[in-house]
């Protein structure tokens, strides 16, 4: 029986068309409006093949100064001035570019990142949309989100963003700052660069003024330099809890606001009384969405011992039904790793773990030969004390712990240095709502995970960052209030 | 095989059910995308589960004959397609069905006061032996939606029990009419109570009720026999009906299927579709996947 076989599980290929997709052979700059030629170049590629599909820019000082200028120009002589009801009509042109284009979108994303089709089309482009949607409401009633106070903007900002939901964390960053009458310059991740230069060529078709978004891309220099730059009022970051601390210490002094969204290692708690075959897709949503290249993935599970057994394999069997393979693939639900490095990190803390003495499994996925890949991995036997429990590992790796009693279930998933997301299962609202409220995480789901909506605020405690993104809280990192 | 019933089951041993993640999970089979072989071979491996049914009250001899040609040979153009698995008719029609199949496929019989149920158990056992004695090596009953609800869990175990002795060597499907039941987890709680007083089939619905067969709450009566089968080492087979009326729909079901019960489940053994108008779409997607052509409703037979 061949590989495609029904009966023997296959499926055969299912490619999204790539044909109407338009990418250049090389990018340049986006700044003040214009695409300024790039001095230094890198190239990037498809993770899943390895092949590069375009060259980009890496800014340098010069651009940076360029960059943050046109910001400053854009700030102070148009979208600064403008009424909220007018910057509310450019962002909603915005978010209905990006539904007429989203196809276009979600297939450069699944090339340049790795993540799969299924993901970036149903999930990360919609947000993207909803997030213009949402921000764009707000453009015009933003005395009504502070009762008592009167907001207004900041000024120009720094935004750097990561490369785990490239567009959707330009969303992020840009709407809220555009709804309130900030000016930004935006740097992509060197990983994923091309959909935010897609947006940029969208913002030029919306007819956005020169420069309220500049768009540069470099690597960790070219963002150092960005936050660094003295005429940045307010720096945004998503990324690595180690760049973020970077970060901290270089604002420190300088007056400028910041908000920084690190990394995470959410417990994910099922207890006995859950619904467990929904529990077993939360816990699957949970770690091997998007590669578990998500800050907020659940990375320790802790399961009650009485369910521990048939939790597991049932979570096993769910597993072998993943499909790794070719992100552009429509069946694919676990794409490429992002990037050579990362696999490498995630291959260190595997083996550290096998080292440690936790018991390993992995599914029976048959991995393509180019490209970074991973298979869907979980741990048993796994000690608090582990680095696979203590670490960030931002990749398909599960651990998993038993618990007896709600109290300790509650201690042991407060004993990390993070405090970004946790998930709660139980049939019992009472039970749900008690241990919820005793995470210490910026963000709890009960009986779900991994579910983002724009009017929900996100961020985390200690390790995890500061400040809060979505929602009205979003919007108080993006105004001055008086 | 059948088997001697299990003890009446604890429903506290149920894990409950969360209707959100439930609906979300029955959504993500319906992303899965079948092309070519794959697909071509899940269209003809459905064709093979069919339960081709006629259940009307105009239902004629002649029109129950030409029912069973059908399904012996779906496609006359091209024999290595089907059989279907069995025809399904009303008691009175049992006799002339077995006639025309000849024991090439099953006859399947509704029985116990189809599709209310609405009849004392006597009344309905009999029409069970009746059905058994014309010719029917599969009975359908329905259970006695009423008394579920008003919370005789124990009286539906039993009165399942007796319809299963009534069959004799005869398979036993059990429908739930989950149209009826208000909750998953009462679906969950049917499924359960069937298969330990001896179902050999779980079945969603008659038809008669809306809504019949939806992918969620076949996604719950599938991990209800997973469960069970864990538990019991017994397997025990599925049987949606009601509403699957085109391919499309028909190989979600057998998705979600191999992704929850794993292939030795696809076989019209343990999986059936209840249908009447959904042959001919399967033939008509098996011959534009061979041709390339799509086909017209009015280039197969209706009967």
Same mark, same amino acid.
């Given at each position: 029986?061949?590989?495609?076989?029904?009966?023997?599980?296959? $499926?055969?290929?299912? =490619?999204?068309?790539?044909?109407?997709?338009?990418?250049?052979?090389?990018?340049?700059?986006?700044?003040?409006?214009?695409?300024?030629?790039?001095?230094?170049?890198?190239?990037?590629?498809?993770?899943?093949?390895?092949?590069?599909?375009?060259?980009?820019?890496?800014?340098?000082?010069?651009?940076?100064?360029?960059?943050?200028?046109?910001?400053?120009? /854009?700030?102070?002589?148009?979208?600064?001035?403008?009424?909220?009801?007018?910057?509310?009509?450019?962002?909603?042109?915005? /978010?209905?570019?990006?539904?007429?284009?989203?196809?276009?979108?979600?297939?450069?994303?699944?090339?340049?990142?790795?993540?799969?089709?299924?993901?970036?089309?149903?999930?990360? +482009?919609?947000?993207?949309?909803?997030?213009?949607?949402?921000? /764009?409401?707000?453009?015009?009633?933003?005395?009504?989100?502070? =009762?008592?106070?009167?907001?207004?903007?900041?000024?120009?900002?720094?935004?750097?963003?990561?490369?785990?939901?490239?567009?959707?964390?330009?969303?992020?960053?840009?709407?809220?700052?555009?709804?309130?009458?900030?000016?930004?310059?935006? *740097?992509?991740?060197?990983?994923?660069?091309?959909?935010?230069? *897609?947006?940029?060529?969208?913002?030029?078709?919306?007819?956005?003024?020169? #420069?309220?978004?500049?768009?540069?891309?470099?690597?960790?220099?070219?963002?150092?330099?960005?936050?660094?730059?003295?005429?940045?009022?307010?720096?945004? $970051?998503?990324?690595?809890?180690?760049?973020?601390?970077? +970060?901290?210490?270089?604002? /420190?002094?300088?007056?400028?606001?910041?908000?920084?969204?690190?990394?995470?290692?959410?417990?994910?708690?099922?207890?006995?009384?859950?619904?467990?075959?929904?529990?077993?897709?939360?816990?699957?949503?949970? +770690?091997? $969405?998007?590669?578990?290249?998500?800050?907020?993935?659940?990375?320790?599970?802790?399961?009650?011992?009485?369910?521990?057994?048939?939790?597991?394999?049932?979570?096993?069997?769910?597993?072998?039904?993943?499909?790794?393979?070719?992100?552009?693939?429509?069946?694919?639900?676990?794409?490429?790793?992002?990037?050579?490095?990362?696999?490498?990190?995630? *291959?260190?803390?595997?083996?550290?773990?096998?080292?440690?003495?936790?018991?390993?499994?992995?599914?029976?996925?048959?991995?393509?030969?180019?490209?970074?890949?991973?298979? =869907?991995?979980?741990?048993?036997?796994?000690?608090?004390?582990?680095?696979?429990?203590?670490?960030?590992?931002?990749?398909?790796?599960?651990?998993?712990?038993?618990?007896?009693?709600?109290?300790?279930?509650?201690?042991?998933?407060?004993?990390?240095?993070?405090?970004?997301? #946790?998930?709660?299962?139980?049939?019992?609202?009472? *039970?749900?709502?008690?241990?919820?409220?005793?995470?210490?995480?910026?963000?709890?789901?009960?009986?779900?995970?991994?579910?983002?909506?724009?009017?929900?605020?996100?961020? #985390?405690?200690?390790?995890? #960052?500061?400040?809060?993104?979505?929602?009205?809280?979003?919007?108080?990192?993006?105004?001055?209030?008086? | 095989?059948?088997?001697?019933?299990?003890?009446?089951?604890?429903?506290?041993?149920?894990?409950? !059910?969360?209707?959100?993640?439930?609906?979300?999970?029955?959504?993500?089979?319906?992303?899965?995308?079948?092309?070519?072989?794959?697909?071509?071979?899940?269209?003809?491996?459905?064709?093979?589960?069919?339960?081709?049914?006629?259940?009307?009250?105009?239902?004629?001899?002649?029109?129950?004959?030409?029912?069973?040609?059908?399904?012996?040979?779906?496609?006359?153009?091209?024999?290595?397609?089907?059989?279907?698995?069995?025809?399904?008719?009303?008691?009175?029609?049992?006799?002339?069905?077995?006639?025309?199949?000849?024991?090439?496929?099953?006859?399947? @019989?509704?029985?116990?006061?189809?599709?209310?149920?609405?009849?004392?158990?006597?009344?309905?056992?009999?029409?069970?032996?009746?059905?058994?004695?014309?010719?029917?090596?599969?009975?359908?009953?329905?259970?006695?939606?009423?008394?579920?609800?008003?919370?005789?869990?124990?009286?539906?175990?039993?009165? !399942?029990?007796?319809?299963?002795?009534?069959?004799?060597?005869?398979?036993?499907?059990?429908?739930?009419?989950?149209?009826?039941?208000?909750?998953?987890?009462?679906?969950?709680?049917?499924?359960?109570?069937?298969?330990?007083?001896?179902?050999?089939?779980?079945?969603? @619905?008659?038809?008669?009720?809306?809504?019949?067969?939806?992918?969620?709450?076949?996604?719950?009566?599938?991990?209800? !026999?997973?469960?069970?089968?864990?538990?019991?080492?017994?397997?025990?087979?599925?049987?949606?009906?009601?509403? !699957?009326?085109?391919?499309?729909?028909?190989?979600?079901?057998?998705?979600?299927?191999?992704?929850?019960?794993?292939?030795?489940?696809?076989?019209?053994?343990?999986?059936?579709?209840?249908?009447?108008?959904?042959?001919?779409?399967?033939?008509?997607?098996?011959?534009?996947?061979?041709?390339?052509?799509?086909?017209?409703?009015?280039?197969?037979?209706?009967?």
């Amino acid at each position: 029986m061949s590989n495609h076989s029904f009966l023997s599980g296959g $499926f055969a290929p299912a =490619p999204e068309s790539a044909d109407h997709i338009d990418i250049k052979q090389s990018y340049d700059h986006f700044i003040g409006g214009k695409w300024v030629k790039a001095s230094a170049r890198r190239t990037t590629i498809n993770p899943a093949t390895e092949a590069v599909i375009a060259e980009v820019g890496e800014a340098g000082k010069r651009e940076i100064n360029a960059a943050v200028k046109a910001a400053r120009k /854009a700030y102070d002589g148009v979208w600064g001035q403008m009424s909220g009801a007018e910057r509310g009509k450019y962002l909603y042109r915005i /978010a209905r570019l990006i539904q007429e284009r989203a196809r276009e979108l979600a297939v450069i994303e699944s090339m340049d990142g790795g993540k799969p089709i299924r993901e970036s089309r149903d999930i990360d +482009i919609p947000l993207v949309a909803a997030h213009f949607f949402y921000h /764009a409401g707000w453009a015009d009633k933003l005395e009504y989100a502070f =009762p008592g106070r009167t907001p207004s903007s900041i000024g120009v900002v720094g935004q750097v963003i990561p490369w785990n939901f490239p567009l959707l964390m330009a969303a992020w960053k840009i709407a809220p700052a555009l709804a309130c009458g900030n000016t930004v310059v935006l *740097k992509p991740a060197e990983t994923t660069p091309l959909t935010a230069l *897609k947006l940029a060529e969208l913002l030029e078709d919306a007819g956005l003024p020169p #420069g309220v978004v500049n768009v540069v891309t470099g690597g960790g220099e070219t963002g150092k330099l960005l936050v660094e730059h003295p005429d940045v009022d307010k720096v945004a $970051f998503t990324g690595s809890t180690e760049v973020g601390k970077a +970060i901290r210490r270089s604002v /420190a002094g300088t007056g400028k606001r910041f908000t920084l969204e690190l990394g995470g290692k959410a417990a994910n708690i099922v207890f006995e009384d859950a619904a467990l075959n929904q529990a077993v897709e939360g816990i699957v949503n949970g +770690i091997f $969405f998007n590669q578990g290249h998500v800050c907020c993935a659940g990375s320790r599970l802790f399961v009650q011992e009485s369910i521990a057994d048939s939790l597991v394999r049932k979570l096993q069997k769910r597993m072998e039904t993943l499909v790794v393979g070719d992100p552009l693939d429509k069946n694919t639900d676990i794409g490429a790793i992002n990037s050579k490095e990362q696999l490498t990190r995630i *291959k260190e803390l595997v083996k550290c773990g096998d080292e440690e003495g936790a018991c390993r499994w992995e599914t029976g996925a048959k991995l393509p030969r180019k490209g970074f890949w991973f298979k =869907p991995t979980l741990f048993t036997d796994c000690a608090q004390s582990h680095r696979i429990v203590q670490e960030e590992i931002f990749g398909p790796v599960l651990a998993i712990q038993t618990f007896r009693t709600p109290k300790e279930a509650i201690e042991k998933a407060n004993n990390t240095p993070y405090g970004l997301s #946790g998930g709660v299962w139980s049939d019992k609202g009472s *039970k749900v709502f008690k241990v919820g409220s005793a995470l210490r995480a910026g963000v709890v789901w009960a009986n779900t995970f991994n579910k983002f909506d724009p009017t929900s605020p996100f961020g #985390g405690y200690q390790e995890s #960052g500061i400040g809060r993104e979505g929602g009205v809280h979003g919007l108080g990192a993006y105004v001055n209030l008086s | 095989m059948s088997h001697a019933p299990l003890p009446f089951p604890d429903r506290r041993s149920l894990p409950p !059910i969360d209707q959100v993640g439930l609906e979300e999970r029955a959504a993500r089979f319906c992303t899965r995308s079948l092309k070519k072989e794959t697909k071509m071979e899940a269209l003809r491996l459905a064709v093979t589960m069919l339960d081709v049914t006629t259940l009307e009250g105009a239902d004629t001899v002649e029109k129950v004959r030409q029912m069973c040609a059908k399904a012996l040979r779906p496609d006359p153009r091209d024999p290595s397609i089907g059989p279907a698995a069995a025809v399904c008719v009303y008691p009175r029609m049992v006799k002339a069905a077995a006639e025309a199949v000849a024991g090439r496929i099953h006859v399947a @019989s509704v029985a116990t006061q189809f599709p209310s149920g609405q009849m004392r158990l006597k009344e309905r056992v009999a029409e069970i032996r009746y059905a058994v004695k014309e010719g029917a090596d599969e009975i359908d009953m329905v259970i006695s939606r009423g008394q579920f609800l008003q919370g005789d869990a124990r009286g539906i175990y039993k009165e !399942i029990v007796a319809c299963k002795e009534a069959c004799g060597e005869a398979h036993l499907k059990v429908i739930l009419e989950t149209g009826e039941l208000a909750t998953y987890d009462n679906v969950r709680w049917a499924s359960e109570i069937a298969m330990c007083a001896g179902a050999d089939f779980i079945k969603t @619905s008659t038809g008669k009720v809306s809504p019949a067969a939806t992918l969620p709450v076949t996604l719950v009566m599938l991990q209800a !026999i997973e469960e069970f089968h864990e538990r019991t080492g017994r397997m025990v087979g599925m049987k949606p009906a009601g509403g !699957i009326s085109n391919a499309k729909l028909a190989l979600q079901y057998l998705v979600m299927v191999r992704e929850v019960l794993g292939a030795s489940w696809l076989t019209p053994d343990w999986f059936r579709f209840g249908a009447s108008s959904l042959t001919n779409d399967l033939l008509r997607q098996i011959r534009k996947q061979e041709t390339g052509r799509y086909q017209m409703a009015g280039d197969f037979s209706k009967d």
